[in-house]
């Protein structure tokens, strides 16, 4: 059983910064992908980064391609979201969730319940 649990979120001030972290269980790692995918209210749940356990292969939305910065640490089977820059479109809910490397919410079948993240303007 595969287990994924986020942390980190909060409020912050647009233009500044916060880092997720992911803690993930119960899987062999390497041939798997983590991903950050957010959910704002009223709005579907959408991509933002991923990479893999074992090259550290990495994709990102075009969004927040320059901003974020997705990073893992295969021996604390942790994923990190290093958010910068941040804005008021960016408040969401944060889910990261184990499986393949993709932008789908199809290519993940384990997903953690989630954190929020408010950026103020």
């Known amino acids: 059983q595969v287990h994924v649990v986020e942390s980190g979120g909060g409020l912050v001030q647009a233009g500044g910064s916060l880092r997720l972290s992911c803690a993930s269980s119960?899987?062999?790692?390497?041939?798997?992908?983590m991903g950050w995918f957010r959910q704002a209210p009223g709005k579907e749940r959408e991509f933002v980064a991923a990479?893999?356990?074992?090259?550290?292969?990495?994709e990102y939305a075009d969004s927040v391609k320059g901003r974020f910065t997705i990073s893992r640490d295969n021996v604390k089977n942790m994923v990190y979201l290093e958010m910068n820059s941040l804005k008021p479109e960016d408040t969401a809910t944060y889910f990261c969730?184990?499986?393949?490397?993709?932008?789908?919410?199809?290519?993940?079948?384990?997903w953690g319940q989630g954190t929020q993240v408010i950026v103020s303007s």
């Open positions: 969730a184990s499986g393949r490397l993709g932008k789908d919410r199809r290519d993940y079948d384990a």
């Open positions: 119960g899987r062999t790692f390497s041939n798997y992908a």
């Open positions: 990479i893999t356990w074992t090259f550290g292969t990495t």
